[in-house]
């Protein structure tokens, strides 16, 4: 999931994971309807937009004359679609930030089919545990132990960097690539 970075207080960046839509000032979740953007001046938000079978995408929602600037430039039509590394700033407040890396997790994989792991080239069935590499997308095994093989596949974190790019494959101590701090 991508990320929402603030600096609150000057006591460090803070990093929250967003997950369907998230505020920035005074908005709520149930104020996605834009008309209510339109009467609540100062309000932004986050929305995420998916289709089927396609990643999502995240734009921020505001009133054309909110004061809210993207990367120093105002909004012109009361929508924008993020892109890694945006900075969102609000009228009179700090810069925040906008972030699409994620850390490697081991979840269930999903309902997909003939996908194969890389390394080990076997199909990677619906609701094993699995890892989709944040940087690659691309599906590995991770199964402490497999029941029909006896054995374990821990393909994603067999070496210590992705077979086909350059992310870590530490799950436990990850940490993100990309802070604000490096600004």
Same mark, same amino acid.
């Given at each position: 999931?991508?990320?929402?970075?603030?600096?609150?207080?000057?006591?460090g960046?803070?990093?929250?994971?967003?997950?369907?839509?998230?505020? !920035? %000032?005074d908005?709520?979740?149930?104020?996605?309807?834009?008309?209510?953007?339109?009467?609540?001046?100062?309000?932004?938000?986050l929305?995420?937009?998916?289709?089927? %079978?396609?990643?999502?995408?995240?734009v921020?929602?505001?009133? =054309?004359?909110?004061?809210? !600037?993207?990367?120093?430039?105002p909004?012109?039509?009361?929508?924008?679609?993020?892109?890694?590394?945006?900075?969102?700033?609000?009228?009179?407040?700090?810069?925040?930030?906008?972030?699409?890396?994620c850390?490697?997790?081991?979840?269930?994989?999903?309902?997909?089919?003939?996908?194969?792991?890389?390394?080990?080239?076997?199909?990677?069935?619906?609701?094993?545990? /699995?890892? =989709?590499?944040?940087? =690659?997308?691309?599906?590995?095994?991770?199964?402490?132990?497999?029941?029909?093989?006896?054995?374990?596949?821990?393909?994603?974190?067999?070496?210590?960097?992705?077979?086909?790019?350059?992310?870590?494959?530490?799950?436990? %101590? /990850?940490?993100?690539r990309?802070?604000?701090?490096?600004?």
């Amino acid at each position: 999931m991508p990320n929402f970075w603030e600096n609150l207080n000057d006591e460090g960046w803070v990093c929250t994971e967003l997950r369907e839509a998230a505020t !920035l %000032g005074d908005a709520s979740v149930e104020s996605v309807g834009y008309d209510r953007l339109r009467r609540n001046r100062g309000i932004a938000l986050l929305y995420r937009c998916k289709s089927k %079978g396609s990643l999502a995408a995240w734009v921020l929602l505001a009133p =054309c004359d909110a004061g809210v !600037l993207v990367n120093g430039a105002p909004f012109e039509n009361g929508i924008r679609h993020l892109t890694d590394r945006d900075a969102i700033r609000l009228r009179g407040q700090r810069s925040r930030y906008f972030s699409t890396e994620c850390l490697a997790t081991v979840t269930k994989f999903p309902d997909l089919e003939n996908v194969f792991c890389p390394r080990c080239k076997l199909q990677i069935s619906p609701g094993t545990d /699995a890892v =989709c590499c944040p940087q =690659c997308q691309v599906w590995f095994h991770e199964l402490e132990y497999h029941q029909l093989e006896r054995e374990a596949r821990l393909c994603w974190s067999y070496s210590e960097k992705c077979s086909l790019c350059d992310q870590s494959t530490d799950i436990d %101590g /990850a940490e993100f690539r990309w802070t604000p701090e490096s600004l």
